[in-house]
């Protein structure tokens, strides 16, 4: 078999499907880990988030709609566009926040990590996401096969998958409860004042590593061994 | 504010539960989130072109 063959072999069919199931894991999980980095400066430093933040926040969760909805429903182009679009909105929300703290000498909003501010690092990440986007959209062979989603993908992958599913749709329910407290039902004020933190360790521990992480995978594997029960029709191949 | 994190829920059910809406209903929160941001689009930008 040359070079080509070879390639062409591993990159379409049903492992195309499989590859790019994985990428789209990968790409929920990286979402998840900055979101979960502002969910620590929120509830483990104290820092509440702006309007334009929740702005921000609101064009993240939107971007995740595009993978659940390719592991769920399977690999669709439309799923790719949500997710361009989302990555759109929330991007106007990251320039018009850099653009409000563009003057020279501006301290900008909230602490910098790395250097850079919060909504900087958002706009990094909703510009990574659109390119990402339009580079699946270039191939077109996950297109090609009817993916019915990870219903019927190999039980470990999928309670990976649905751990990441899980996990998204929990911190949606923690930024929108989140934000009652702060702003009630109508418009957030433009400079919130700031609540005591529950520290550096505890925050981490709080939002990202015992309670959400462990309370999405127990539900992904209750799932996962619901959908093992129900079983698989014999012509699915991935 | 907590009306577009209530809407990306109701998003969220419906892809769980694969109803033909969730599509319709993403782009609809969108365009709520870009309003949201207009009408929080009160200060003028320090921009001296």
């Not at chain 1, 195309?16 to 990428?23: C, D, G, P």
């Not at chain 1, 191939?139 to 993916?147: L, R």
């Not at chain 1, 934000?179 to 520290?199: F, T, Y």
Request: hydrophobic share 55%; aromatic share 10%.
């Amino acid at each position: 078999m040359d070079v080509k063959s070879a390639v062409d072999t591993t990159f379409s069919g049903a492992n195309a499907v499989r590859i790019s199931r994985l990428i789209n894991v990968l790409a929920l999980f990286a979402l998840l880990g900055v979101l979960a980095g502002s969910l620590h400066l929120q509830f483990g430093i104290g820092e509440q988030p702006c309007p334009l933040c929740l702005i921000q926040r609101s064009g993240m969760i939107g971007l995740a709609v595009g993978p659940v909805m390719n592991l769920m429903w399977g690999i669709r182009a439309s799923h790719y566009a949500l997710s361009i679009l989302a990555a759109m909105v929330g991007a106007a929300g990251s320039i018009r926040q850099i653009l409000l703290h563009i003057e020279p000498g501006d301290p900008g909003y909230g602490p910098a990590i790395w250097g850079l501010h919060l909504y900087t690092w958002a706009l990094i990440t909703f510009v990574i996401a659109i390119i990402g986007c339009a580079v699946m959209l270039l191939w077109d062979a996950p297109f090609q096969e009817k993916d019915q989603g990870i219903r019927y993908a190999k039980s470990w992958f999928r309670v990976v998958a649905l751990t990441a599913i899980f996990w998204a749709f929990a911190y949606l329910v923690i930024i929108g409860i989140s934000v009652i407290p702060e702003c009630g039902l109508g418009m957030c004020p433009d400079d919130p004042s700031n609540i005591a933190g529950v520290g550096d360790f505890g925050g981490w521990l709080a939002v990202l590593s015992v309670g959400v992480l462990a309370l999405a995978f127990a539900l992904a594997v209750v799932v996962n061994q619901k959908l093992s029960d129900i079983g698989e029709p014999a012509d699915v191949e991935y | 504010m907590v009306s577009m994190f209530v809407l990306w829920f109701i998003v969220f059910i419906g892809v769980f539960l694969r109803k033909g809406w969730v599509i319709p209903l993403t782009l609809v929160t969108l365009v709520w989130t870009l309003l949201l941001l207009r009408l929080h689009m009160t200060d003028p930008l320090p921009l001296n072109f």
